[in-house]
């Protein structure tokens, strides 16, 4: 199972101050495919990258990463694995000090011990494969946010991760960088042989390249399968989700006593 | 009542947890295994940063301060006939109070604000997190380099504070009001004590300093990562440090100089 399954999640309780996030989540995430993240805002999706990257540890339960235990790692062997990821922020997270050439750079300079010349090689290729090349010498702050987060994704791949995780990369583009952006993730995913998950609200367009969704609502799965099962499926809650309907199993109004006991 | 006593246990309980995680992350950035040569360049970066880039303001405050020190003290010991011990007065009250004290205020100011500010911003944009899933530890990397430059700079522009402000009163005292020169000086020879004075100075110094760069880093890595969240912190770390350096300087006198 293993080895089909990069990432599995199994019954994970976790809570937010006293708001509960996940009751019991149970998901996997197939190797070497895209797998969407789906669900209405406010479900923790970010939180499920969180929770896979070790920067939050779950109440219970158990997220595995390649066979290895993620909230019972240690420091250092922790630190070891997020090697072999790689993570889009949504923001982009360029370190805004550093030039583009740097912040690709940056994962080199700490974790190997290339030469700079091999170094200015990697970061070239990496630019490269994100059509960013020209970019090279600038700076974060000379960037659209497009080319930020095309950036980022440079910096995400200079280690040749086994993973990358995107949180919300569709966010705020227009429709050119949008689909710049997905033929990115799509291409970065059958050449690299990478997995990936995508985190994102842009259901449309992350489901036309994603082989595997999951979905999220309610602290839990609501759905999990490929996009043709779930555009076909007849549950309430994806009906609801994929046609964007406002009212259903997801509700509207955000949990209250009834209007008549407000008023009074 | 009950609420009252319950409102004074939960604040106590989170000023405390408060300090117990300020304690772990200046433990965890300064303890532990670390890339030296990488680290002790980013140290020297933040010290230009923090301390040289805080050079303007330290020496124009210390040379009014000295001005100032030596306007007022020529009016009260000139009643006394005893003008002559204007150097005398001027170097202690700069090495023993004011110099540590003064030049701790502005560095929080100046630099500690600027320190939350910026760690806070890098914990916004989600650079802090970013370091993580790079593997990169954001405590060794981002806040030790800049707690150790703030712990090297502040001594370090204390003493230079003092030396201008004994400058400014030397400017004012002689070449404005008529002190003997000689006399000036030579008092401050020789009542200005190098172990009683100047070292109990630079602990002072050195103790000022790690409060305020801990306060500043604390505030920075553990706010919460929104505008008004970074407002808030670099308000606390001004109002926090500038107490703490108060506070804390009323009981270092009081241990150094309280048996004279």
């Known amino acids: 199972m293993t080895n089909e399954a990069f990432v599995e999640i199994k019954d994970v309780v976790f809570r937010r101050d006293q708001r509960v996030i996940y009751d019991g989540l149970t998901a996997s995430v197939p190797r070497g495919k895209i797998t969407a993240i789906v669900g209405p805002s406010g479900t923790g999706k970010t939180t499920l990258l969180r929770l896979i990257g070790g920067q939050l540890k779950p109440e219970s339960g158990d997220v595995r990463v390649d066979g290895l235990s993620v909230q019972s790692l240690k420091r250092s062997a922790l630190f070891g694995l997020r090697k072999r990821m790689g993570m889009l922020f949504q923001s982009g997270a360029l370190f805004a000090e550093l030039s583009v050439f740097e912040n690709v750079a940056f994962p080199l300079r700490v974790h190997t011990d290339l030469d700079d010349d091999l170094i200015r090689l990697v970061v070239l290729m990496k630019l490269e494969a994100v059509g ?133 | 009542m009950m609420n009252w006593i319950a409102g004074i246990g939960r604040s106590t309980l989170s000023q405390l947890s408060d300090l117990g995680r300020a304690t772990l992350i200046l433990m965890q950035a300064i303890f532990g295994r670390s890339n030296v040569g990488v680290h002790w360049r980013l140290t020297i970066d933040q010290i230009h940063v923090v301390g040289v880039l805080s050079l303007s303001i330290i020496i124009v405050s210390g040379l009014f301060i000295g001005m100032v020190l030596g306007l007022q003290g020529y009016t009260i010991l000139t009643d006394y006939g005893s003008e002559q011990a204007l150097g005398q007065m001027v170097a202690l009250s700069l090495t023993r109070e004011l110099g540590p004290v003064v030049t701790a205020l502005l560095f929080a100011g100046r630099a500690g604000s600027a320190l939350t500010a910026e760690i806070g911003l890098m914990k916004a944009t989600e650079q802090l997190a970013s370091l993580e899933m790079i593997g990169v530890d954001p405590l060794r990397r981002v806040v030790a380099p800049r707690f150790w430059a703030g712990v090297i700079s502040l001594p370090i522009l204390s003493l230079i504070f003092v030396s201008v402000g004994c400058l400014g009163g030397a400017l004012v005292g002689v070449s404005w009001l008529g002190v003997d020169s000689g006399s000036f000086w030579s008092n401050m020879q020789a009542s200005v004590d190098f172990s009683d004075d100047v070292f109990n100075g630079i602990i002072k110094s050195l103790v000022f300093a790690v409060v305020v760069t801990w306060i500043a880093v604390y505030q920075g890595y553990d706010l919460v990562p929104t505008s008004e969240g970074i407002a808030r912190a670099t308000t606390k770390t001004v109002v926090y440090a500038s107490l703490a350096v108060l506070g804390l300087d009323f009981f270092l006198t009081a241990v150094m100089f309280g048996e004279i």
């Open chain 1, 132 to 264: 960013l090349r020209g970019a090279v010498d600038l700076m974060p702050s000379e960037l659209s946010g497009g080319m930020q987060r095309r950036v980022a994704l440079a910096r995400a791949i200079a280690l040749d991760p086994e993973m990358i995780m995107y949180d919300e990369p569709f966010v705020g583009q227009d429709p050119i960088g949008l689909g710049v952006l997905l033929a990115l993730v799509k291409q970065l995913n059958q050449a690299l042989g990478l997995t990936s998950l995508v985190v994102s609200h842009d259901l449309q367009e992350t489901l036309s390249i994603a082989d595997h969704v999951i979905m999220i609502a309610n602290n839990r799965v609501a759905f999990q399968g490929s996009p043709e099962v779930m555009q076909a499926s007849d549950d309430p809650l994806v009906h609801q989700f994929l046609h964007g309907s406002p009212d259903g199993p997801v509700r509207f109004h955000f949990p209250a006593p009834s209007l008549e006991d407000a008023l009074s």
